[in-house]
């Protein structure tokens, strides 16, 4: 056996397929015009929503500082930069997200505001599934007693099958957020 992997390796290898010559590259196609939002269907609607409204709340639970946009999880306490300003744009960390109280898979309570708040990505929300409890009692200090109460009710009065948002309210959430993120970016 030895001697046969020391035939395999004085043997050259012998490739079956002959190698093909490139290819000239081809003029790249000219890109597609981009529909507007009006006109864009509503599940591409809600991704954009869901898109520009998380950066809304991050900035929002965020105290600007000279080194960037400093914030605390809702439910640990862990602070650190969520995002920070980069040519006049916002640029946004990873390891921070928009955590929901109420899952966000009931529309209901997805886009109110009550309900989405300032939380550490890897553990408090992926690891720890938002830490309900705790996120319930940070609710009742920062907004009331009664809040994590209301939002649930809210949640079980109307199905999340029986509500979907109108393309208007959709549009209505990527502008109001996509101004609140520009203020921030004129004001830094």
């Known amino acids: ?21 490139k290819t000239p590259l081809k003029a790249k196609a000219k890109p597609k015009k981009r529909k507007p939002l009006e ?3 509503l599940t591409e609607l809600r991704k954009i929503a869901d898109t520009w409204f998380s950066k809304y709340v991050r900035i929002r639970d965020t105290d600007q500082t000279e080194s960037g946009f400093i914030g605390k999880c809702i439910t640990c306490s862990k602070t650190g930069i969520v995002a920070y300003e980069d040519e006049g744009k916002i640029k946004f960390n990873r ?10 898979d009931n529309w209901v309570t997805r886009y109110e505001e009550e309900n989405n708040n300032l939380q550490c990505s890897f553990r408090c929300n992926n690891m720890r599934s938002g830490e309900y409890v705790k996120y319930k009692a940070a609710l009742r200090l920062k907004y009331g007693d009664d809040v994590p109460e209301k939002l ?27 101004k609140t993120i520009s203020w921030y970016e004129q004001t830094s």
């Open 1 to 21: 056996m030895a001697g046969e992997v020391n035939d395999m390796k004085k043997s050259p290898l012998k490739s079956k397929t002959p190698l093909k010559a």
């Open 39 to 41: 006109e864009k269907p």
């Open 95 to 104: 390891g921070w997200d928009n955590g929901h109280f109420i899952g966000r």
């Open 152 to 178: 649930e009710q809210m949640a079980e009065e109307q199905p999340s099958h029986t509500y979907k948002h109108s393309r208007e309210e959709l549009l209505q959430i990527i502008e109001d957020s996509k």
